[in-house]
Protein backbone atom coordinates (compact mmCIF):
# COMPACT_ATOMS: atom_id res chain seq x y z
CA UNK A 1 0.00 0.00 0.00
CA UNK A 2 1.66 3.36 -1.05
CA UNK A 3 0.61 6.73 0.66
CA UNK A 4 -0.41 9.84 -1.40
CA UNK A 5 2.21 12.44 -2.28
CA UNK A 6 1.79 15.40 -0.18
CA UNK A 7 4.08 17.63 1.15
CA UNK A 8 3.63 19.25 4.96
CA UNK A 9 6.21 22.27 6.35
CA UNK A 10 6.57 22.89 9.93
CA UNK A 11 7.53 26.20 10.97
CA UNK A 12 8.87 26.63 14.55
CA UNK A 13 7.18 28.11 17.35
CA UNK A 14 8.88 31.68 17.17
CA UNK A 15 10.58 32.62 20.52
CA UNK A 16 9.58 36.05 22.05
CA UNK A 17 12.80 37.76 20.82
CA UNK A 18 12.20 36.41 17.18
CA UNK A 19 8.75 37.35 17.12
CA UNK A 20 10.07 41.11 18.05
CA UNK A 21 12.75 40.87 15.51
CA UNK A 22 10.57 39.97 12.85
CA UNK A 23 7.58 43.07 14.15
CA UNK A 24 11.00 45.30 14.05
CA UNK A 25 12.02 44.34 10.34
CA UNK A 26 8.51 44.47 9.27
CA UNK A 27 8.42 47.64 10.42
CA UNK A 28 11.14 49.05 8.50
CA UNK A 29 9.96 47.25 5.26
CA UNK A 30 6.30 49.05 5.36
CA UNK A 31 7.61 52.38 4.23
CA UNK A 32 9.98 51.19 1.60
CA UNK A 33 6.97 48.99 0.44
CA UNK A 34 4.63 52.03 0.43
CA UNK A 35 7.38 53.72 -1.93
CA UNK A 36 7.43 50.97 -4.28
CA UNK A 37 3.46 51.18 -4.07
CA UNK A 38 3.31 54.91 -4.62
CA UNK A 39 5.86 54.61 -7.85
CA UNK A 40 3.89 51.78 -9.60
CA UNK A 41 0.03 54.16 -8.43
CA UNK A 42 2.51 57.09 -10.57
CA UNK A 43 3.64 55.13 -13.33
CA UNK A 44 -0.07 53.56 -14.32
CA UNK A 45 -1.85 54.30 -17.24
CA UNK A 46 -5.06 53.68 -15.56
CA UNK A 47 -5.92 57.87 -14.56
CA UNK A 48 -7.55 56.29 -11.55
CA UNK A 49 -4.80 54.95 -9.96
CA UNK A 50 -2.46 57.70 -10.18
CA UNK A 51 -5.03 59.40 -8.52
CA UNK A 52 -4.73 56.94 -5.26
CA UNK A 53 -2.05 57.06 -2.46
CA UNK A 54 -0.63 54.39 -0.10
CA UNK A 55 0.54 55.42 3.03
CA UNK A 56 2.91 53.34 5.95
CA UNK A 57 1.15 53.30 9.12
CA UNK A 58 2.95 51.58 11.47
CA UNK A 59 3.06 47.44 10.09
CA UNK A 60 0.35 48.43 8.01
CA UNK A 61 -0.29 50.11 4.34
CA UNK A 62 -3.15 52.33 3.65
CA UNK A 63 -4.72 53.16 0.33
CA UNK A 64 -5.89 56.63 0.44
CA UNK A 65 -8.02 58.58 -2.25
CA UNK A 66 -11.00 58.73 -4.40
CA UNK A 67 -12.27 56.40 -7.14
CA UNK A 68 -15.82 56.45 -9.42
CA UNK A 69 -16.01 52.78 -9.24
CA UNK A 70 -15.43 49.60 -7.10
CA UNK A 71 -13.56 48.20 -9.77
CA UNK A 72 -11.16 50.62 -9.78
CA UNK A 73 -10.54 49.83 -6.02
CA UNK A 74 -10.21 46.30 -7.16
CA UNK A 75 -7.59 47.15 -9.60
CA UNK A 76 -5.44 49.74 -6.83
CA UNK A 77 -6.04 46.48 -4.46
CA UNK A 78 -4.89 44.20 -6.62
CA UNK A 79 -1.46 46.17 -7.73
CA UNK A 80 -0.50 46.30 -4.28
CA UNK A 81 -1.08 42.76 -3.40
CA UNK A 82 1.18 41.98 -6.31
CA UNK A 83 4.20 44.35 -4.29
CA UNK A 84 3.89 43.17 -1.04
CA UNK A 85 3.99 40.08 1.15
CA UNK A 86 0.79 38.33 1.94
CA UNK A 87 1.65 38.95 5.47
CA UNK A 88 1.35 43.09 5.36
CA UNK A 89 -1.73 44.48 6.33
CA UNK A 90 -3.67 46.49 3.80
CA UNK A 91 -5.89 49.32 4.76
CA UNK A 92 -8.60 50.70 2.60
CA UNK A 93 -9.53 54.12 2.89
CA UNK A 94 -10.90 54.85 -0.76
CA UNK A 95 -13.62 56.45 -1.45
CA UNK A 96 -16.27 55.37 -4.46
CA UNK A 97 -18.21 57.98 -6.10
CA UNK A 98 -20.52 55.64 -7.90
CA UNK A 99 -21.53 53.72 -5.31
CA UNK A 100 -24.99 51.97 -5.39
CA UNK A 101 -26.42 54.31 -2.78
CA UNK A 102 -25.34 57.24 -4.64
CA UNK A 103 -22.91 58.46 -1.87
CA UNK A 104 -19.14 58.16 -1.07
CA UNK A 105 -18.48 54.44 0.54
Known amino acids: MS ?3 STTSYRAMPNDADAAHESYLSALRVPELARQVNAKFGQSSYAALRR ?3 V ?3 KA ?3 KGVVRDYYSLQL ?3 LVRSQVDDDVLLESQVHI ?3 YEGSPN
Open 52 to 54: LEC
Open 97 to 99: LNS
Open 61 to 63: LLL
Open 3 to 5: LPN
Open 76 to 78: AIS
Open 56 to 58: ADG
